[in-house]
């Protein structure tokens, strides 16, 4: 797998263990950010080495590839997004800090992971992604990358930072010739 793709605005990199400090506050240890995920706001610094050993280790097993996101004018990191492959499906997940919501980086980002994606991995036919069935905003940026909403899975996600669990999640999914059509046509 690529380890470092530049976009138009952003450095999508193999996360390495000194981003610890940037990850843990630029996103990982917010309650507003975290809201949405399946995991709990980190607490300490630590938590965010621990974490970003899993991502490497993960990466270098071949298993899923989580690349850490900065923006191209600083190098400052504002989130990371994963891939994971098993053989012909893929999934992904994304996180950024809050402020930089709304701009059109997590669309731009999750656009790169699939060509990526596709490129790298022939056999690969589908890549999906879910999101709770509040969180709209998440699910716009799946819709402007090219998925399509194909279903609700009911009560199937824990996530701490809710009042209920299990919750209800949003299926978003493309296939490669969709994918494939999409970039013809641009």
């Known amino acids: ?10 450095i999508l990199r193999k996360p390495v263990i000194e981003d610890k400090t940037e990850v843990f506050h630029s996103y990982a240890s917010d309650p507003v950010v975290t ?4 995991w709990e706001p980190l607490t300490e610094l630590p938590q965010a ?5 899993r991502c490497i280790e993960s990466w270098d097993s071949g298993k899923e590839f989580s690349f850490v996101i900065a ?31 709304g701009k059109g980086y997590a669309t731009e980002a999750l656009k790169t992971i699939l060509r990526i994606a596709l490129e790298a991995f022939p056999g690969l036919m589908e890549i999906s992604g879910i999101c709770d069935i509040e969180n709209t905003a998440s699910a716009r940026v799946m819709e402007k990358a090219g998925l399509c909403f194909t279903g609700i899975v009911r009560a ?13 999640d949003n299926v978003y999914s493309i296939r490669r010739s969709q994918f494939e ?3 013809r046509k641009s």
């Not at 809201?35 to 399946?38: L, T």
């Not at 994971?84 to 930089?100: A, S």
């Not at 996600?157 to 809710?162: G, I, K």
Request: charged share 35%; no cysteine; proline share 5%.
């Open 1 to 10: 797998m690529i380890e470092r793709i530049i976009t138009e605005r952003l």
């Open 35 to 38: 809201k949405y995920m399946m």
């Open 49 to 53: 080495e621990v974490f970003i050993k």
């Open 71 to 101: 923006k191209r004018e600083n190098s400052r990191i504002i989130g990371m997004i994963r891939l994971g492959v098993n053989g012909k499906t893929g999934d992904f997940g994304y996180v950024f800090d809050k402020n930089e919501w």
């Open 156 to 168: 199937r996600s824990f996530r701490p930072n809710m009042p209920k669990n299990p919750r209800d």
């Open 181 to 183: 059509s999409a970039i």
